[in-house]
């Protein structure tokens, strides 16, 4: 079965780039009116705006709100339901990372990535949960990723952010099961995106790699099937979370990982 997400607002944090714009590009293509955030160009920001109102005829607005601070993140909630009536999926998708020998790893970038990959979660399901309940129906979805599951060096805060949204998915889901509203993550492998990009140079230091060795044998290594995930497969799977047929998928941590944590 397609989803039908006509007349539904998707507000998907994080989504100027990588896998959060094509997550909103999923929703907008099943016919839900979009919350585009994050950063970026204003130019650029605006060009993928106005591409998803005319590709898919849904209406998108941008919301500036920055993940690390609570007041943002619940204007950003009020914008989806003062601009199109409802917010009634939520996709906590903002991330950023660091890489650093643990005893070097400044707390002022712990700290950040606390923040925004997680205390951002908690923040946004607060604030969009009142009118998911009043209205009976919701769809929450976390990204995660393989490191909520396992470990890799250098990536203290990434992997406890990771660990901690997964412990949060589950909590959530639990409170809202009554209340026809699903809470699940979304665990991708390495799909190349800027936030991978970025990471490189500071691999390549910690690793004493070079940029190819990073690629071949950290990133590419890590998954059996030696590809990388592409943006389009996991914004199919939280298309498919959005959906009648996932109504009784809730609490679940689902990989998309190339097989990473089967190993
Ligand atoms: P990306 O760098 O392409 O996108 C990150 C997005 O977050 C951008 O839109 C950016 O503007 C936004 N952002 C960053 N800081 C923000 C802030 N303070 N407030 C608002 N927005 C902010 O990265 P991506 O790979 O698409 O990552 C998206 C999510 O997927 C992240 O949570 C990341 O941890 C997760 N993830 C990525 C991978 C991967 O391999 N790329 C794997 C697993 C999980």
């Given at each position: 079965?397609?989803?039908?997400?006509?007349?539904?607002?998707?507000?998907?944090?994080?989504?100027?780039?990588?896998?959060?714009?094509?997550?909103?590009?999923?929703?907008?293509?099943?016919?839900?009116?979009?919350?585009?955030?994050?950063?970026?160009?204003?130019?650029?920001?605006?060009?993928?705006?106005?591409?998803?109102?005319?590709?898919?005829?849904?209406?998108?607005?941008?919301?500036?709100?920055?993940?690390s601070k609570p007041a943002e993140i619940a204007g950003m909630i009020a914008l989806g339901e003062?601009?199109?009536?409802?917010?009634?999926?939520?996709?906590?998708?903002?991330?950023?990372?660091?890489?650093?020998?643990?005893e070097d790893f400044p707390p002022e970038k712990w700290e950040r990535i606390i923040a925004i990959n997680l205390s951002s979660a908690f923040?946004?399901?607060?604030?969009a949960v009142p009118g998911m309940k009043k209205r009976g129906w919701g769809r929450i979805i976390n990204t995660a990723s393989a490191h909520s599951l396992v470990a890799s060096p250098f990536k203290s805060a990434y992997v406890s952010a990771k660990h901690g949204i997964a412990g949060l998915t589950k909590?959530?889901?639990l409170e809202l099961a009554t209340f026809k509203?699903?809470?699940n993550c979304i665990s991708p492998g390495y799909v190349w995106t800027p936030l991978v990009e970025k990471q490189i140079p500071?691999?390549?230091?910690?690793?004493?790699?070079?940029?190819?060795?990073?690629?071949?044998?950290?990133?590419?290594?890590?998954?059996?099937?030696?590809?990388?995930?592409t943006v389009e497969q996991v914004a199919a799977l939280a298309?498919?979370?959005?959906?009648?047929?996932?109504?009784?998928?809730?609490?679940?941590?689902l990989s998309i990982d190339g097989g990473w944590t089967a190993e």
């Open positions: 079965m397609t989803t039908n997400l006509k007349g539904k607002t998707a507000v998907v944090t994080g989504s100027t780039s990588g896998i959060g714009l094509a997550y909103a590009r999923a929703f907008a293509s099943a016919g839900a009116n979009i919350v585009l955030n994050g950063f970026g160009a204003p130019a650029d920001i605006e060009k993928e705006r106005t591409a998803i109102e005319s590709d898919y005829k849904v209406k998108a607005v941008h919301s500036p709100a920055d993940m003062t601009s199109f009536g409802s917010v009634d999926i939520l996709v906590n998708n903002a991330g950023i990372q660091f890489v650093s020998p643990v923040y946004g399901i607060r604030a909590t959530v889901a509203v699903t809470c500071d691999t390549m230091k910690a690793r004493n790699m070079t940029k190819e060795q990073v690629i071949n044998d950290v990133l590419l290594d890590a998954q059996p099937t030696k590809q990388f995930v298309l498919f979370l959005c959906g009648d047929d996932a109504a009784q998928i809730t609490g679940t941590n």
